[in-house]
């Protein structure tokens, strides 16, 4: 049997990365997955390729620096099935490669909006669904970078932090009701956002991503969302407050650096 058979999942971010595999990964197990991206063409078209593929999937302009676009996305989940089992809060941008004195105040709160205030809110108007059926699975989309210091990027490894603890504190807060929140924090994964760093800071910028991770290779958008799919199945029953980290060995070992040894 499918692993998320009758259940219904929200993921942000969901045209493109991760999202997009989260998204691909639980609709093939057999959920009706409601994808919010701001790509709304991509996104358009990856429901419709889910729903030529045979699975359940609607499309919802949602930009997750907008609170009105998160109950709108909710909301359409919830009006269309009657319930809400899970919700994925992907969605985040990177600014950083700079030091944090060069960051603009403009840049900070861009980025507080889009990866930290956000998640706030998609907990926020998904609970409610969640306490009135005493049931549901929310995971937040966390970081390596939440776990060890990489130069340049305060604000981004600030907001994952900030994720992890809140994911904990309701992890606390809702197990009563048969909630859980869980985070996963991905190493290197092989996404457009990483392809757009590698264009702008450029160098050996690949090459060093590959060397800090202990298993030798970066990952793979599928390899985050087999976590995802676990977090948010029946198998995953008794796991909350936890961070699940899918980084090839990345924070085990900071600064892998065979050729020096
Ligand atoms: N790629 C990595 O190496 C990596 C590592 C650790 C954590 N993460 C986290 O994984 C998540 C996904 O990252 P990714 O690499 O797939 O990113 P990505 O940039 O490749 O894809 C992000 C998706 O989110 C969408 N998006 C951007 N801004 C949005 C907004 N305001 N509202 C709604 N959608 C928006 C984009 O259109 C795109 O479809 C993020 O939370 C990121 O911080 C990624």
């Known amino acids: 049997m499918a692993r998320l058979e009758r259940?219904?999942?929200?993921?942000t971010g969901a045209a493109?990365?991760?999202g997009?595999?989260?998204?691909?990964?639980?609709?093939?197990?057999g959920a009706h997955v409601f994808l919010g991206d701001i790509a709304d063409s991509a996104g358009e078209e990856?429901?419709?390729a889910l729903r030529a593929a045979g699975y359940r999937a609607d499309y919802v302009h949602c930009d997750v620096s907008q609170k009105a676009?998160?109950?709108g996305l909710i909301d359409s989940a919830v009006k269309k099935t009657g319930r809400l089992d899970v919700m994925v809060n992907n969605a985040a941008i990177a600014i950083g490669g700079m030091p944090v004195h060069e960051m603009t105040d403009e840049?900070?709160?861009?980025?507080?909006a889009v990866n930290l205030t956000s998640v706030f809110r998609g907990c926020k108007y998904a609970l409610p669904h969640m306490i009135a059926q005493k049931s549901g699975s929310i995971i937040n989309m966390a970081s390596a970078q939440g776990h060890i210091g990489l130069d340049g990027w305060t604000a981004y490894a600030g907001a994952k932090g900030a994720v992890m603890a809140m994911t904990r504190q309701m992890a606390v807060e809702f197990g009563p009701m048969n909630i859980r929140v869980n985070s996963i924090s991905p190493g290197t994964i092989n996404t457009p956002m990483n392809d757009r760093l590698?264009?702008?800071?450029?160098?050996?910028?690949?090459?060093a991503w590959v060397k800090m991770h202990p298993l030798g290779r970066i990952g793979e958008p599928s390899e985050v969302a087999e976590a995802a799919v676990y977090l948010a199945s029946d198998a995953a029953g008794f796991t909350t407050g936890t961070d699940l980290r899918v980084d090839g060995g990345l924070t085990a070992a900071p600064r892998y650096v065979p050729e020096l040894l």
């Open 198 to 207: 590698i264009k702008e800071i450029g160098g050996n910028l690949a090459r």
């Open 46 to 48: 990856f429901a419709a």
């Open 107 to 112: 840049q900070w709160h861009r980025l507080i």
């Open 16 to 18: 493109d990365g991760i």
């Open 7 to 11: 259940k219904i999942a929200v993921i």
């Open 69 to 71: 676009d998160i109950i």
């Open 20 to 29: 997009h595999a989260i998204a691909e990964a639980m609709a093939r197990e």
